[in-house]
């Protein structure tokens, strides 16, 4: 049987694949692959998603075992970067260039025509800056121009580093569309994220990593079911938060309850039973409700989890 | 091709950019300051032996070293601190192109900066001595010169964090110090085989000659030979460039 690891038709191939520096083991024994489609890296910070990631691009040799792109290993045959683009974490972009003169220069170095330049500019929306300075460019429109310049290529296979960091919402929804537009044509999209929501939003499937270690992977809903048995910790903001305390306590779906002040906190197994209920108790008790939020959405923690429970 | 052209435009940029080229610029100046102030009320013999004692010896000790130690240590080691490089690495592009596209940028770079100044203090030559004699050797020495440093320290800007310093230390400790106490040591001099290339063109009977062909101890002088050290020196470090683009991580820090 297939792990949900392995992609059903990878482009992508890790194999126990294994990094440190030093005594720091930044990935340890990763094995997974990744096909066409929107592929979400997820973990958080320090989790290991650019070290896998610049081991896939060749940047990095693994310690320990073996990577390949197309079939080829990125590190013993250059040509194979024709076909592949990276949008590094890091600003790795030239200050002193334009938009334009950056994404051009892209585009001689991977050998395409530069006929594509101002398609690329307009596809992440930075038509308006293309001819300023990339040094006047903030966070966000760097992120831009760096997913140009990895457009302009015309890659099969897209591997893209944090690409949301510093983008306002609407950049965020715009580049999405970007990716989920490529994966659809039938290019192999990896983007890394710390952000589970993000990935949920576009990825199809999820490589989950955790302290440089596989910690889930397969669709997000089947992650999501994974993660079923940790309890949610539910802040509520309540007039009589003892009354409504008291009345919630017998719920089935309640784990635990604890009251301070006129603040709730609540620890739940069936999330969508207790959404339902609380309005519910508020409205019958005559009392208002003022706020209902998740107090544990720490991704990390989440993750740690899923590593004890590998382990 | 289009690639190779592309990285020696923008790396050309890249190592004279901002405010450098001013600092360089203002020290390729030195030497034709000195050439000014130490030429004035002299005879033209005596003018071009000064312009041997001073301000050639300070082109090829001083401006020279220092100008291709910041111009080659910054061609990869500017795009190593600026985590430019997987940039340029994920890129279907053997890795001794880059090096050597590198290599000329910053190569072209120095060699202006640095002949700037030599042109300028030989025009000052011509203008006390009324002779061009020194203009083509000069240009020749600083070609060589800029060639065999700038490839050594592209290499030692993509080793380590600190080239500056350690190319300091080199240019005035090794350079400066100990290849002048020991002559038998100028064969791996640099800035000796700049000025071996000044005395092979440069007639025997000009001013200054003897004096010079001691400061190359046991080098002897020659345009051709000194062509080819620098020639040999740039092929070995852009291979090696290559080799360590190619081996080495790229943490992207």
Known sequence: MTSPADAANPTVEVRQASKWFGQKVAVSDVSCSFGPGLSGLLGPNGAGKTTLLRMICGLLSPSDGEVSI??????????????????????????????????????????????????????VDLDDAADRPISGFSKGMRQRAKVAAALVTDPE?????????????????????????????????????????????????????????????????????????????????????????ATLVGAESVTSVAVAGSTIHIETSDLPDLGRRVPRVARDLGVRLTAFEPEDESLESVFRYLVRRRS | MRAFVSIVRVTFRQV??????????????????????SSMDSTASAAIDRYHDAPLAMLLLLVVPIVTLVVGSGALGDERRDGTLSFLLVRPIRRSTIALAKLVAAWLAAAVIAGAGGVLASLLLAMRAGTWITLGPTLLAVAVGTAGYTA???????????????????????ESGISFAAPALANVSLSRIGLSAYLGLIPASTPGYTSLTEALGSLAPGAGGALAKALSISVVCVLFAALLLKKRDATGE
């Open chain 1, 157 to 245: 296979v897209l591997i893209l580093d944090e690409p949301l960091n510093g983008t306002d919402p609407v950049q965020r929804a715009h580049l999405i569309d970007v990716f989920r537009r490529l994966a659809a044509g039938g290019r192999t999209v990896i983007v890394s994220s710390h952000v589970l929501a993000e990935v949920e939003r576009m990825a199809d499937r999820v490589i989950a990593i955790v302290d440089g270690r596989l910690a889930a992977a397969g669709g997000v809903h089947a992650i999501r079911r994974a993660m079923a048995d940790i309890p949610y910790r539910i802040r509520i903001d309540v007039e009589d938060a003892r009354k409504v305390a």
């Open chain 1, 70 to 123: 197309l079939g080829t290993n990125p590190r013993r045959d250059h040509r194979i970067y024709r076909k592949v683009a990276l949008v590094p974490e890091e600003d790795a972009v030239y200050g002193y260039l334009t938009a334009r003169a950056f994404v051009a220069f892209a585009a001689d170095l991977s050998g395409v025509s530069r006929n594509g330049v101002d398609a690329a500019i307009a596809s």
């Open chain 2, 152 to 174: 050594v320290f592209m290499v030692l800007g993509h080793l380590t964090s600190r080239a500056v310093l350690i190319g300091l230390v080199y240019v005035f400790v090794w």
């Open chain 2, 16 to 37: 004279v950019g901002g405010r450098r080229w001013i600092v360089l610029g203002l020290l390729a100046l030195l030497p034709s300051v000195v050439m000014w102030f």
